[in-house]
T-cell receptor
């Protein structure tokens, strides 16, 4: 299906475990983003990518790793999950250009116990 | 650094009344401003954007936004609210410098429309 999809939609993991959230878009958008959404903090940018093999830190990158070997995929890895990383994670993509809007996935609700 | 502020955490209106969700911005250079809506358990959806030109921008679902350069505001409006408009609304500004491509979002405003 066309669009941007995230998997899994829900994930429960234990403290210290590694977990990877997947994001796939079918538009060949240049830019891809990972945000986390927490009550009282709105949306905070974790990492973003301007193109394949180009990534950059956002506002809250600590504890996260990203890669982008293909334009359409942008996985987010929590190397050693902590309870503070319990959140809803959104992936988004957009075309190149400052006048372009972002398209968001449905989100992944991650709980670290 | 570019930023947006949404001064109201919550806006309550009665169905059929006009609604306004406020946003102010701080940018260096020309602003590229966006409004998004988030329904429960969903991702954000694009509503409208201001790039240049007319100060009144029309978007999806009957929403519009008024850009005011002197007041550095970009308020979201709708002439007649519907119960189905109840959602979380985000204002965003797109970076135009070396970090061009990423956006900064406000903290969001929860709109509740009561029947």
């Amino acid at each position: 299906d066309a669009g941007i999809t995230q998997s899994p939609r829900y994930k429960i993991t234990e403290t210290g475990r590694q977990v990877t959230l997947m994001c796939h878009q079918t538009w060949s958008h240049s830019y891809m983003f990972w945000y986390r959404q927490d009550l009282g903090h709105g949306l905070r940018l974790i990492y973003y990518s301007a193109a394949a093999d180009i990534t950059d830190k956002g506002e809250v990158p600590d504890g996260y790793v990203v890669s982008r070997s293909k334009t359409e995929n942008f996985p987010l890895t929590l190397e050693s999950a902590t309870r503070s990383q319990t959140s809803v994670y959104f992936c988004a993509s957009s075309q190149q250009g400052v006048n372009t809007e972002a398209f968001f996935g449905q989100g992944t609700r991650l709980t670290v116990v | 650094a570019q930023s947006v502020a949404q001064p109201e955490d919550q806006v309550n209106v009665a169905e059929g009344n006009p609604l306004t969700v406020k946003c102010t911005y701080s940018v260096s250079g020309n602003p590229y401003l966006f409004w998004y809506v988030q329904y429960p358990n969903r991702g954000l959806q694009f509503l409208l954007k201001y790039i240049t030109g007319d100060n009144l921008v029309k978007g999806s679902y009957g929403f519009e936004a008024e850009f005011n350069k002197s007041q550095t505001s970009f308020h979201l409006k709708k002439p007649s609210a519907l119960v189905s408009d109840s959602a979380l609304y985000f204002c965003a500004v797109r970076d135009i410098g070396t970090n061009a491509g990423k956006s900064t979002f406000g903290d969001g405003t929860t709109l509740t429309v009561k029947p």
